[in-house]
């Protein structure tokens, strides 16, 4: 089975969202084991949508279609769509009566266009959008199936968990599996210079590179009878690509950085407090990103003047005049008072220059001091990035997470 | 002038990553009045990748590519896309040297791979990659412009901004001008409904709403002969939709609501400190996202548990047994404590459930409060809202921030 997927939206083709439904859909299909060759964003026009339409159906056995579900002017998609595979839109009760109690739950005042939502394609199974009003649907037509998913991202996510993966399971058969190797510490190139000859190799279990900010990730995927026998195809894989990259690789989980430090401190049962210079609580706000982060995380302070520094964190008076604020001696004076503060079992100690500017010092922006405590030792990278102030930040962090995550698992911290 | 976007990259339709490329290169051919009639995204299958370059050829004046340059062995597509136009690829000696350059200045090991990527289609005009090493360049071929920029997003950022607008200006003739109204406490369907009339009638300018995550963007757009005649030409309808939406509108810029606070507390010469228990330092990190945030923000505290609270931000011991840890009560101290130990004018204070798992107490999953001191008052809203972790603490931000802007505007904190 292959599927298309079709966003529609001219807020897509001005740049003003990000098309993070295409990334939802994707997903959801690559795990159950449905190829998608293609993707279109295009707008709210009904004469190239139609024709977008009719392409993606000579090509595709499945087509989801994201967005032009809403109640607003600009949303005649909805129509454009059904009219393609000769549907009218007929009005659907139940879910006039579904949208109705939406509003009431939220206490906000229904318009009537809001029901033009209920609107949809004549003979199609609605799919029950619990997390707005725009309900989706699903029919079949000229031997192609057609999915309507509405086009907010949190709605479309919950669509497509929800509703969209349990009415496909079944019409896949083949069960295709991947292992997620994450790498911290090594370009992309790098990596695959190391490895060129398993990659080159590879037919099943393919392995393929994805460098994402700061990192890679090697994806290893077999297509079997079952889960089970691809994990089985997988693990050796797996065991060559660690005896290469050994101490990088930091999970083989679908896990992101702070998840597994989470993970570690969790089984550790240890605990963090952070002090954030430059990265101005970014650190804090990704571990707490996750869900179960109050088992562990104490909590952290935002030290962004030098007063903040040594009241809260008790950051010694003059050691900063002494050494400046962008040190190695700041951080671990950060790191250390945080933690002795908090009580936490580790303190993270973050100070730098995230840019655009410098501090006007002949300290060069982008430099930035991590550094690790657990009270007996306390450690400190000098990382020097290239980048925007965003990812100075980002990278900031990810060193944090990989000294704290080397530590848990008796790893040295020098990473280079 | 009308364009397409090609998006390359196998990890796209695997929906390993988010495809930021197509937005940013939609928003810089829309900021220079180029339409952008579709986009679509193709994996590394050199077959598929030929039919979607040909047919976009057929349809458009000018073709932006995205990926595809990079040196990993799955990055073939440049070579499609050079023989989709009947072009070779040559070897471009300066683009060498410049790619030994850039590993001799991060000081990191090359690959004889990364040599690759000097290999571009014969007669193309380079353009230099001074964020990474895979080069971009444009040629003509048949009538058609084809710009080819390099996958990873920041370098593809950095390209459009400094390489790709400065050689589309002068291409396109007519100035398409923007102005972007926020608005922040009301639904789409609510504006669009209050609007209704302005809307249907607009065509130039033009008004059309667009959703964001928590609020609601209305973008007024004029097509004129100097952007001077367009903005003569919005200013009254925007006068129109101040008249209907009125404190709602937190900007008339291309600003955020944290950088209109940003912007206010700079005008107002005055200082902002966060205490943090559910947002986990989130707010914290959206101010200091902003460059020029030092000379406002104090710094934070990321309270998450209730001795942090007590003894970090000051709130009275028994508040908290008495009262609930989310409550008025504690948003109220948490606000007043950071500021009066940060010496800021103004302290936020939130305290709440994120989700996905409730307290153990009677307090509904979404619930947040958010409190504003200025030391003579302390405002506290009670929020309420569906949806996942990160939705909830992203909304409680932007009530922060509102109520922040409110104050220092003098508009009632009162929302609804």
């Given at each position: 089975?292959?599927?298309?997927?079709?966003?529609?939206?001219?807020?897509?083709?001005?740049?003003?969202?990000?098309?993070?439904?295409?990334?939802?859909?994707?997903?959801t299909l690559s795990e159950m084991g449905i190829s998608v060759y293609r993707y279109t964003a295009v707008g709210d026009n009904p004469e190239r949508l139609a024709e977008v339409v009719q392409a993606a159906a000579r090509r595709a056995d499945?087509?989801?279609?994201?967005?032009?579900?809403?109640?607003?002017?600009?949303?005649?998609?909805?129509?454009?769509?059904?009219?393609a595979f000769g549907k009218k839109l007929v009005r659907h009760p139940e879910c006039e009566a579904d949208i109705r109690t939406y509003f009431e739950r939220l206490h906000r005042p229904m318009t009537p266009n809001n029901l033009l939502q209920a609107m949809l394609p004549e003979g199609?199974?609605?799919?029950?959008?619990?997390?707005g009003t725009?309900?989706?649907?699903?029919?079949?037509?000229?031997?192609v199936k057609v999915i309507m998913l509405p086009g907010p991202p949190r709605e479309c996510r919950a669509m497509l968990r929800y509703r969209v993966a349990p009415y496909l399971k079944g019409l896949s058969g083949q069960t295709i599996h991947s292992r997620y190797v994450h790498i911290f510490g090594m370009g992309e190139s790098q990596v695959e210079s190391l490895l060129h000859d398993l990659m080159e190799q590879s037919s099943n279990p393919t392995v393929a590179p994805y460098a994402k900010e700061g990192e890679v990730m090697l994806r290893i995927t077999a297509a079997a009878s079952s889960q089970a026998e691809a994990e089985t195809m997988i693990e050796p894989v797996a065991a060559q690509i660690r005896t290469v990259l050994g101490p990088l690789i930091y999970t083989e989980e679908y896990d992101s950085l702070e998840q597994t430090c989470l993970n570690l401190l969790r089984q550790a049962d240890k605990t963090l407090a952070t002090a954030e210079s430059c990265t101005g609580g970014y650190i804090a706000k990704r571990m707490t990103d996750l869900p179960g982060s109050s088992a562990v995380f104490v909590g952290g302070v935002v030290a962004y003047t030098v007063p903040v520094k040594e009241q809260l964190l008790g950051v010694p008076a003059g050691l900063i005049e002494r050494c400046g604020v962008v040190s190695v001696e700041v951080a671990a004076a950060m790191a250390e008072g945080v933690r002795a503060r908090l009580g936490s079992s580790f303190g993270i100690g973050v100070t730098g220059l995230a840019g655009p500017d410098g501090d006007g010092s002949n300290r060069p922006v982008g430099l930035v001091y991590v550094a690790l405590s657990n009270g007996?030792?306390?450690?400190?990278?000098?990382?020097?990035?290239?980048?925007?102030r965003e990812r100075v930040r980002y990278i900031a962090g990810h060193h944090a997470f990989d000294m704290l995550r080397r530590v848990l698992t008796g790893l040295p911290v020098e990473w280079q």
């Open positions: 089975m292959n599927a298309e997927i079709i966003c529609i939206g001219t807020e897509l083709l001005l740049g003003n969202i990000v098309n993070t439904d295409a990334t939802d859909v994707a997903q499945l087509l989801i279609t994201t967005g032009g579900l809403g109640p607003t002017l600009d949303d005649l998609s909805k129509q454009t769509v059904a009219a199609c199974t609605v799919l029950k959008n619990d997390w725009a309900p989706g649907c699903v029919f079949d037509a000229e031997g007996a030792n306390t450690w400190v990278r000098a990382i020097q990035q290239t980048g925007e």
